[in-house]
């Protein structure tokens, strides 16, 4: 069993996280090698003949293009990994200003940019946006996180190098979290510097925008449980993403006003930034963009101008 792990326009926190399930790589390599990974060892090109290649990162420029076109030929699997992979990730929210306006301010007007505000034309060039891996090619499977944490890695790893078929969870990440559903008064939106929620309730009962309700779990809703509001990094629960009408924006909106009694329209009144908290993990995928009722289309025309 020979697997590949690319890495395109990501943080290369996925294949750290394989490499976070310690002694098991020793299990591992005694069944597969793993014939190229930048991050782990010095190959330029992945070879031929490969069995399982996992995909970390969105397509961003044209390199990102090419390699995955190059790794979907060399490999009989293709597997996104990580919400990156999957969804576009972070990387997606790059599309909320022109190519343009992003060079300018990194090279020229940060206060780490050179005096020069020479712009390198020696960098692949820029895609028009960002896009998730299976937008441009035949993804065969999809393991979602940011990154996926080491507890599930301990399970889907070796079932995929052994062909396996796990019964995995398909719930949210409100089904894992341990806080209780208590009594909602005067609920107004917070942000989430302020105060201190209470570690007991629900943190959206509390007026925290916690997205757990709309986001895939396998996590162990990690967040909540260290009082901190999901911000969906895992993408979006499969009610969400299977169902047309269903949008992480309008779900929400449903649920918040479901919770307080409020009627939607003044519940959307509070709400602030959208991009960056409704949709900072999906806003690069062409699945979550193409529903009719998101709201990620006329934001990126909103912020590009």
Known sequence: MKIAIEELAGCSGCTIAVLDLHEMLLDLVAQADIVY????MDVKEPPEGIDIAFVTGAIRNEENHERLKLLRKRAKKVVAFGTCACYGGVSGLSMLSSND????????????ADDDGVIPNDVPPFL?????????????????GCPPKEAFLRQIIPAIIAGDTLALSRKSVCAE????????????????????????????????????S?????????????N???????GPSLDVLREPCRDIYNMMLRRISDLTDKPQKEVEKEFYDVAHTMYAFTIGSLIMEDKENSKIRDLVKERSG
């Open 228 to 234: 901190v509001p999901c911000t969906g990094c895992n």
């Open 101 to 112: 306006e992003l060079f300018n301010y990194v090279y020229r007007e940060t206060a780490t």
């Open 37 to 40: 990974s930048p991050v782990i």
């Open 214 to 226: 709309v986001t895939f779990g396998r996590c162990g809703a990690a967040c909540p449980k260290n």
């Open 128 to 144: 028009y946006r960002a896009f998730a891996v299976g937008d441009i090619t035949k993804i065969d499977y999809y393991i979602t």
């Open 177 to 212: 979290c341990d806080r209780k559903m208590g009594p909602v008064e005067n609920w107004s939106l917070k942000r989430r510097h302020e105060g201190i929620p209470d570690r007991e309730h629900c943190l959206l009962g509390q007026g925290y925008l916690c997205l757990g």
